[in-house]
């Protein structure tokens, strides 16, 4: 099967990549590309753990081919740090909102996403709640990821309730 | 879990998806959200995909006179955030939050969802119901197909191999209209085990009109004539929705056989589940 020729943007950076068509955006991120922050669980659109943004929305990488993100703005976990972690992965890890850490990539472009576009979500326990039923996490259970995402949002500090 | 070969073409126009579908082996990838999950299982091994993802236009919702067209590419998300006006829109809203999760709806499209005809899907029901038409487009030329004829059986429909399904043009509720759903799953991200959708138009107190469907109560989404009858001429009080909900559990549900439950628990659910959209539709409007 013919490679096609495609330009993935990722983090503000050009990858010139050969791909088939069949190559998932998540593949093509990992093994491509070579940024292996975005992981693959259940590769079903299930789990959540390959959740990036393209184009400020985030979506499900393992549902998504590669070939369709030319001239699409992809962000991965890889671009969240910058020079001092994002506010996301401080409070990640002040809420103890990992144990394993194989959903936490997911799970932070989830609410990376979600928190730029409303930054009100999380005074809307409904919303905030259905937002985090979107990915999986098997170690921790979901209110320190909960709390993080709160905290994040700058509305009270890290590691206080 | 990865997907077989397939070639890919980038539509540009309507005429290109119609061009590429004419071979009867390529088929449609709007959002994806059940196409590529099932070619990851390899479940469906297209030998192409047309993607319609950069066709100007397809995105469209429009509200024409009291029709709204819904465009082939129309993610389930814009039903959250009021792309369609009125009680229609307020329905669709109630409705959409129980498809998937939002990075979910943020892909995939109403459309994608009733060509793909899961018996469990929401949208296939609430065409059904309020009696849509749909647009299919093919090398043939383009025809129309109501929703009650749309639907032949779990994830079959009336849209040929070489037809791309172009459009959906529901119709506007009228004023007076209460709008009530109810859905019954195992766990919130289950798929649907049944659901009710409800829109019943008053006026001077008693049901003048009354849509009513049925999601996964047989083996295509159901129109509840049944209990829409049941309703009619009456006011929306306790004893006329104990008679819809009868008459949509005894009548209008022709239940199969499914995981974790008997066709009569089924029955019952369907009744249940009817009383409870017809009494959100009375309490909440």
Redesign the interface.
């Known amino acids: 099967?013919t490679a096609?020729r495609t330009t993935l943007t990722v983090n503000g950076r050009p990858y010139d990549l050969d791909v088939?068509?069949?190559r998932?955006l998540a593949?093509a991120l990992r093994e491509d590309c070579g940024l292996t922050g975005t992981h693959l669980g259940c590769?079903?659109?299930?789990c959540?753990a390959c959740?990036v943004l393209v184009d400020g929305?985030?979506?499900?990488s393992?549902?998504?081919?590669a070939?369709?993100c030319t001239d699409a703005e992809i962000r991965t976990v890889e671009g969240l740090a910058d020079g001092a972690e994002h506010p996301l992965q401080t409070a990640f890890s002040a809420e103890h909102a990992l144990q394993c850490g194989f959903c936490t990539p997911g799970f932070l472009m989830?609410a990376v996403g979600?928190l730029e576009k409303d930054p009100g979500v999380v005074r809307d326990a409904e919303r905030l709640r259905?937002?985090l039923?979107?990915n999986l996490c098997r170690c921790t259970g979901y209110e320190a990821i909960r709390r993080a995402v709160v905290a994040a949002a700058g509305d009270r500090p890290a590691g206080e309730d | 879990m990865k997907p077989a070969p397939f070639e890919y073409v980038a539509a540009r126009s309507a005429d290109d998806v119609v061009a590429a579908l004419a071979d009867g082996r390529t088929e449609v990838l709007a959002g994806g959200q059940s196409l590529v999950l099932e070619m990851n299982y390899r479940t469906r091994r297209p030998a192409r995909l047309v993607d319609i993802n950069r066709v100007p236009g397809f995105d469209t919702v429009e509200a024409i006179g009291d029709t709204v067209r819904i465009g082939p590419l129309v993610r389930h998300q814009a039903f959250e955030s009021g792309a369609v006006p009125g009680q229609l829109g307020a329905l669709l809203h109630r409705v959409v939050r129980h498809i998937a999760h939002p990075p979910i709806r943020t892909r995939g499209t109403m459309l994608g969802s009733l060509a793909y005809a899961h018996p469990a899907a929401e949208w296939p029901a609430v065409i059904t119901a309020l009696g849509a038409e749909l647009d299919l487009v093919g090398a043939g030329g383009r025809r129309t197909v109501a929703a009650g004829d749309f639907f032949l059986a779990p994830f079959r429909t009336a849209r040929r191999p070489d037809e791309l399904l172009a459009e959906v043009r529901l119709p506007v509720l009228p004023a007076g209209t209460v709008i009530g759903f109810a859905e019954h799953r195992r766990t919130h991200a289950s798929f649907a085990q049944l659901a009710v959708i409800a829109a019943v138009t008053l006026a001077d107190g008693r049901v003048s009109s009354a849509s009513i469907g049925l999601v996964n109560a047989a083996d295509r989404p159901v129109r509840a004539r049944a209990a829409e009858a049941a309703l009619l001429g009456r006011p929306l009080d306790d004893p006329a929705v104990a008679a819809a909900a009868r008459a949509a559990a005894e009548q209008d549900a022709d239940p199969g056989p499914q995981p974790y439950t008997d066709l009569a628990y089924q029955r019952h659910t369907v009744a249940v589940l009817t009383r409870r959209a017809l009494d959100q539709a009375r309490t909440e409007g």
Request: proline share 3%.
């Open positions: 099967m096609l088939e068509p069949r998932t593949d590769e079903h659109g299930v959540g959740t929305q985030a979506v499900r393992c549902l998504l081919f070939v369709q989830l979600a259905e937002l039923t979107s």
